[in-house]
Structures are given as structure tokens and as C-alpha cells.
């Protein structure tokens, strides 16, 4: 897929190759592109710019347009425990477009607090938990997550709720829906604090960009106005604008060459016609997803890296963290419209951490959504009360009745990191290139389990206190896991015996290959990583731009 | 009548012609089962329109013979063995052709099936997808359920948060 601007050759050795265009591949390409460097960012996906995503929910919400599955060569295999075989199923999403999931997500973007990167300090070692802490903390992030604020484009409100900040958010909250202002009343109502749900959509213009115009399309789909601040709107034209970043679609990285030294050389790659080329760089960077990442490290064996690149420590794959949640659904009496706008205005955070006397860990919070992704087949397809009829006359009434006036209270919740919980290659499916599918390994510890209930009910009772005549819900714990959020798989640490990445997300293993994405988290945080994902490859970019300028990559 | 208005409504008039009894993939047979399943699936009980009018049948046939075209067999073979128990258990020798509380009291006996579910899923997208993909005519299944969304709008979105902008919180 051609389009105009910088081209480089795959014989010319650029600065930086990237692997991924997504949340961290953006803004990873914009930076170092904007710092000076030379720069190619390898998607595996087709660019889309934002006047033709169509507000398609066949398309995009059931046939994987944008997050691909078996149909489109990318089969997943699932197993809950070491010893099972794991059977085909679609676990992981993930969207393969320029712009990577940033562009379909729900773009809620919640800073992570102090307790997040001290887990393990504040809360002790939990049993059947790899829990550690990371080694930065929040002051060290706070001025990129500022710069993911007014660079990226947040809208919100600073308030007491709100851990430190440097600078007030660039935008004003979104509008508050009904299902914010029922949120709202009935945390306030239950001696809470609700609060403006800050996103990552514009609310009024910014950076050049218009504001959202509230099609209702939001969750699940590309923006059409570019509101949604995603790295494919706010991040990529500016890395292109300096004529030093290439952004090259349809190729499939399968391979990081290393050289005898044990140097990332380049990476191989397959274009949209399986042509097989070779890009070379000075340094590597893989932004590939907490899924895609630790698959390319795992493929990318060798004789001096038998156990896959940067896996000395045993760690890549593993510590998979998927955030858990749950789900309650309310009918009012009067129209909710919880369709139109974006998913989520307001939430509550008074449950960031859980009493420890509960029993057990965790925490998260609650927003006001639209059930169902507020669009009309998903709604019909198990919005209305599923221990009710699910076809037939009162089914229709109930889909009448529920479809303009219900709102949903969501549960975002932790998810301890766990040894065995992990991506890893399927010893026999394959996907369309040949390569070994994403195997996932996965059980909910139970302190998630029990978090995720704990979510329900304070979900169900603040649907009473809102007024709901009807309320029906469920919760992650009985259904099985499949995520957007894929994080920890490439742990970041001090002691390279137990982590895959540095404090710089430089690869202990390997001098000039850097990792940054969901894969470098070390704990969960409470329910929307994406802000925290890109606050580090601000602060990832920085430090390798200086490293490479001291000649230390 | 504007002429833009006359030609979409000659085009429709075409379509709808043209269609008479012809299917990409299913046998008219086929077609009238799953057309009364889909009735019998959504159901309005007011008489608003519903499957037959929002061309469900006509999505599933161009679905089947492209993304859900791996359900094809399936959903043929689902058929099959439905026409098997309406002949077990009654003179006719289709399902379409059953009065609707046999055809109800029939789905209740395979709704936990794959089959059956198979062909909720392809009514629900053929009632409420985009009509570019062949059902959803006229906007009828958007209409039933009172979805009215396709361009900007603006605040405020529903009774509570006009509500709330009235009082100031």
C-alpha cells in the first residue's frame, strides 16, 4: 500500500526500526522521528484514515474487520491450566490497523496512582501472585502522563479525586449523559465521589483536531471525525511531517535478527504479498501488543538465544494480565438514550482499593456505558435480562423496552499477575503465514474473582439507589477470559533474573532492542492501561533518544 | 417527487423485483423456513415491521454466501432435521408451513441447539446491522427498537441529563 512521503530502502540502515503503529508504536515513531532520528515503523495491518471507517456494526463488531480471527488466518488456542490442550478460540483482540487498537478502543484514560507501582511493598506478597514492584513510581511518570494529556488530547476535570498533577487537562469533560447523570446521583446518594470519566475524545477543538459530534459509533469503531485521540490522528501525521518517518503497512514482522555479538540487527518481514524482506537498523523497538511481543521474542530463537530473544529470565509470555469486570444493566423509567456519544461520562474510584478485611485484593472502579457497546445487534444479542427469553414475542417487548431505557454501571477491576497465565506458541495450530498461533494460558486468581463480584454488587446497588425498576448482571469470574487488555507479558525490572525489560524498557538481554507496550507492565492497575501505555513510551522515547545520542545504543 | 426520490425508489422497485424467489445460495424452501424462523425469532407484537419486511432473509442468503458462508452446511443440515420433526410430528413437510404456535412450540424443543442459534444470530444482524448489507430495510429493525442514530447530534441525549442540565446537577 503505497502512500506519499518518506520511503527508505530495506538495505539502508535506518536509526530505529519500530514494530507496531499502535498506542506505544505512535508515539514511540513520533517521537524519535521529531528528536532527529531515522525511523520505520513495520504495521501488520492496512492504514485507514478516519473518513472511511463506516458506522458498521456487521463489519467491525462481527467480523473482525479491524481485530482479524481465524476467518482472516489468525487462529488463537485457549487452556486454562499447563496441563490441557489448548482447543481454538479467539481470547485476545487486538485491532491490526495504523493506529493499532487506540483507534477502536473506548478510549477512557484513567492515570494509574502511586499504590499501582507498589503493590507488592504496600500490600505484601499475595499467595499463587508473581506480584512486584515496578521499578519507577508515579512521580516518575507523572510529567508523560501529562504530555499524554495535552499531546495525545484528554478531556476531564482536575479535582481532589485525582492523583497529583502538573498541569490541568487540555479539554473540559465530555457532556455528561444520562447514564453519567444516574451514576452521578446515586454515588452521591451512597456518600461517594463520582466524577467526569476522563477519555481520550475531544470535547472541544485541540491540536488542530475537531471535537466529537457524538455519533454513537465510538466503542468498537474508528473515528470518522478523528475526536477519538488516537495515535493514528494524533500522532502519526506528526511523526510523518518530519520526512524521517516511514510508516510501511501490511507487513508481518515474524523474525529479530541478532548478530554474533548478540545485537539486534533488523527485523524480517513478510509483505502484504508474503514476500520475505529484511529491514536493518541500528536499534529495534517492539511495540507489537502484550500479545504480538512476546510471540516475535519467542519466534525469534537462535542458538545463543535458545529460549527465545530477551527470555533469560524465563519471564516472556508470562504474568498475562487481562483487567477483569463486570457487568450490571439497569431499565428507567424514563429514555436513557445510552447509544448516542461516547461510552463513558462519569465513574467512581471510592473502591480503588477494597477493604483488606474484605479477605482478599484488588480494586477498580465503576462508569456509566451504554450496555452492549450501545449498539443495536450487540444490544439485541444479550442486553436485555439473560435469564429472560432470549427470542421470541416477550423478547421483542423486552428489547423494545430496554433498548432506549437502560444504562449500565461497569466494573474495571485488577488482575494479579500469575506465573503460569501467559501467551505462548501453540505446539500445532498455525496461522495463515505458518507461523505457530497465540496460545493462551489463563485462570482468574481468585482474589480477581472475588474482586470482580465485589463490582457486581456495589454495581446493583447503586443501580437501586438510581432508581432502576429492573436490574440484571454478571461478572467476568463465570464467563470465560478473553481481553483487549493484554499486559505484563514482558515485565519491566531492576534484577534481570525476574523482569525482561529495564527501568528504560531497554531488553536485559539484548543492548539495542527495546520493548515498550502493554507488555511492559508489571501490576494491572484498575481497569484502563492505555494512558499508562503511552505515558511510558513518552518517557521510553526520551531516554532512548538520549541514549542513542550518547552513543549507548 | 424529486427525481433522486423517483430513481432510489425505481432502484428499490428493481431490487425488490428482481429478488422474486431468487437466492444466492438457499433454495426457496430454505429461504421460506428460515423466514418464518426469523418471524418467529423477532416478533412485534404491535405489527410493526418486523423480519419478513426488514428483508432478513435476503441478509442471510448474502451472508451466508460470504462472512458466515462457513455456517452454510450447518445451518442446511439445521434445516434438514428441522423438516425431519415437522414430519415426525405433524401432516406438513415444512416448518413455514406449520401455524406459528406449532412452529414456536418446535423452536422450544431445539432453541439450545447450535443450529438454532446460528440462525438467532444471523436474524438479530439482519434486523439490526447496517441495511447496506441487505436486511434492515427501510431502517425497520433501527425503527422497532427505537434507534435513531447515524450523524452528529448533540446534547442533551436523554431525560436524565436533560434533567440535569435544567438543575444545574
Given at each position: 500500500m503505497s502512500r506519499p512521503g518518506t520511503r527508505f530502502q530495506t538495505s539502508e540502515t535506518v536509526d530505529f526500526v519500530i514494530v507496531g503503529s499502535g498506542a506505544a508504536g505512535g508515539v514511540m515513531a513520533r517521537e524519535l522521528s521529531v528528536a532527529g532520528f531515522t525511523v520505520v515503523v513495520l504495521e501488520q495491518g492496512p492504514r485507514i484514515e478516519s473518513?472511511?471507517?463506516?458506522?458498521d456494526e456487521w463489519l467491525y463488531k462481527y467480523n473482525?474487520?479491524?481485530?482479524?480471527?481465524a476467518r482472516q488466518g489468525h487462529p488463537q488456542t485457549f487452556r486454562r491450566t499447563e496441563d490441557e490442550t489448548a482447543e481454538p478460540a479467539d481470547v485476545l483482540a487486538y485491532a491490526h490497523n495504523v493506529g493499532g487498537s487506540s483507534v477502536h478502543f473506548a478510549a477512557n484514560f484513567w492515570r494509574f496512582r502511586d499504590i499501582d507501582f507498589r503493590e507488592r511493598s504496600l500490600v505484601g506478597p499475595i499467595e499463587g501472585a508473581n506480584l512486584a514492584d515496578w521499578p519507577i513510581g508515579y512521580d516518575d511518570l507523572e510529567p508523560y502522563y501529562t504530555r499524554v494529556d495535552w499531546e495525545i488530547g484528554v478531556s476531564g476535570l482536575a479535582g481532589p479525586?485525582?492523583?497529583?498533577?502538573s498541569r490541568d487537562y487540555p479539554c473540559p469533560p465530555m457532556p455528561v449523559k444520562s447514564p453519567g447523570v444516574l451514576l452521578e446521583r446515586a454515588g452521591k446518594a451512597l456518600g461517594y465521589q463520582p466524577y467526569p470519566a476522563p477519555v481520550a475524545i475531544l470535547s472541544q477543538p485541540h491540536n488542530g483536531r475537531a471535537p466529537c459530534y457524538?455519533?454513537?459509533?465510538?466503542w468498537g469503531f474508528g473515528c470518522e471525525v478523528g475526536a477519538k485521540s488516537s495515535t493514528l490522528v494524533a500522532m502519526i501525521p506528526q511523526a510523518e511531517a518530519t520526512g524521517r518517518c516511514e510508516i510501511r503497512t501490511l507487513s508481518t514482522v515474524h523474525r529479530v535478527e541478532t548478530d554474533d555479538a548478540g545485537r539486534a540487527t533488523g527485523v524480517v518481514y513478510w509483505d502484504g504479498e508474503g514476500v520475505e524482506h529484511r529491514q536493518a537498523a541500528r536499534a529495534v523497538i517492539l511495540s507489537a501488543n502484550g500479545a504480538e511481543t512476546p510471540r516475535l521474542l519467542l519466534l525469534s530463537?537462535?542458538?545463543?538465544?535458545?529460549?527465545?530473544?530477551?527470555n533469560s529470565s524465563g519471564?516472556?509470555?508470562?504474568?498475562l494480565m487481562f483487567n477483569g469486570w463486570s457487568w450490571t444493566v439497569g431499565l428507567f423509567e424514563?429514555?436513557?438514550?445510552?447509544?448516542?456519544?461516547?461510552?463513558?461520562?462519569r465513574v467512581i474510584h471510592d473502591f480503588y482499593s477494597i477493604d483488606p478485611a474484605e479477605g482478599f485484593y484488588g480494586g477498580g472502579g465503576i462508569d456509566s456505558r451504554c450496555p452492549a457497546d450501545g449498539t443495536p445487534m450487540n444490544y439485541a444479542d444479550?442486553?436485555?435480562?439473560?435469564?429472560?427469553?432470549?427470542?421470541?414475542r416477550e423478547y421483542t417487548d423486552s428489547l423494545k423496552e430496554w433498548f432506549t431505557h437502560s444504562a449500565a454501571f461497569v466494573g474495571h477491576t485488577t488482575s494479579l499477575p500469575v506465573l503460569t497465565n501467559s501467551v505462548s506458541l501453540d505446539p500445532t495450530v498455525r496461522d495463515k503465514w505458518g507461523r505457530p498461533a497465540l496460545r493462551t494460558t489463563y485462570a482468574d486468581h481468585p482474589h480477581d474473582a472475588r474482586t470482580m463480584e465485589f463490582f457486581e454488587e456495589r454495581a446493583r446497588e447503586l443501580m437501586d439507589a438510581a432508581g432502576a425498576t429492573r436490574v440484571w448482571g454478571d461478572n467476568g469470574a463465570d464467563w470465560p477470559p478473553g481481553s483487549s487488555?493484554?499486559?505484563?507479558?514482558c515485565r519491566m525490572g531492576d534484577d534481570p533474573a525476574s523482569s525482561?525489560?529495564?527501568?528504560?524498557?531497554?531488553a536485559h538481554d539484548v543492548p539495542n532492542l527495546f520493548i515498550c507496550d502493554g507488555?511492559?507492565?508489571v501490576t494491572s492497575g484498575r481497569g484502563q492501561p492505555t494512558m499508562t501505555i503511552q505515558a511510558l513510551a513518552f518517557r521510553a522515547a526520551e531516554h532512548i533518544g538520549e541514549a542513542a545520542r550518547r552513543g549507548e545504543v | 417527487m424529486s427525481l433522486p426520490a423517483a430513481v432510489a425508489t425505481w432502484a428499490t422497485a428493481c431490487t425488490t423485483r428482481d429478488e422474486g424467489g431468487s437466492f444466492r445460495v438457499l433454495t426457496a424452501s430454505e429461504a421460506a423456513d428460515l423466514e418464518a424462523m426469523a418471524s418467529r425469532i423477532i416478533?412485534?407484537?404491535?405489527?410493526?415491521?418486523?423480519t419478513a419486511e426488514a428483508g432478513v432473509v435476503h441478509f442471510m442468503d448474502a451472508a451466508l454466501d460470504g462472512?458466515?458462508?462457513?455456517s452454510l452446511e450447518p445451518v442446511r443440515q439445521g434445516l434438514e432435521e428441522l423438516s425431519g420433526r415437522v414430519r415426525t410430528a405433524s401432516d406438513?413437510?415444512?416448518?413455514?408451513?406449520?401455524?406459528e404456535d406449532e412452529q414456536i412450540a418446535l423452536l422450544h424443543e431445539i432453541e439450545d441447539t447450535e443450529f438454532f442459534g446460528t440462525v438467532r444470530y444471523l436474524t438479530l444482524a439482519g434486523m439490526f446491522?447496517?441495511?447496506?448489507?441487505?436486511?434492515n430495510r427501510d431502517e425497520a429493525g433501527w425503527r422497532l427498537i427505537g434507534f435513531d442514530l447515524q450523524g452528529p447530534t448533540q446534547p442533551p441525549f436523554g431525560h436524565y441529563d436533560a434533567d440535569y442540565a435544567e438543575r444545574g446537577g
Open positions: 473518513a472511511e471507517f463506516r458506522h473482525s474487520e479491524l481485530t482479524w480471527g479525586w485525582d492523583p497529583p498533577r457524538h455519533c454513537g459509533f465510538c530463537e537462535s542458538s545463543r538465544f535458545p529460549d527465545g530473544l530477551a519471564m516472556v509470555g508470562r504474568n424514563h429514555p436513557v438514550n445510552a447509544f448516542r456519544s461516547i461510552p463513558a461520562t444479550w442486553a436485555v435480562p439473560l435469564d429472560g427469553p432470549q427470542w421470541g487488555h493484554l499486559l505484563g507479558t525482561v525489560v529495564d527501568r528504560y524498557h531497554r507488555s511492559s507492565l | 416478533a412485534p407484537s404491535d405489527g410493526a415491521p418486523g462472512p458466515a458462508s462457513d406438513e413437510t415444512s416448518f413455514a408451513a406449520l401455524a446491522s447496517d441495511p447496506s448489507h441487505g436486511g
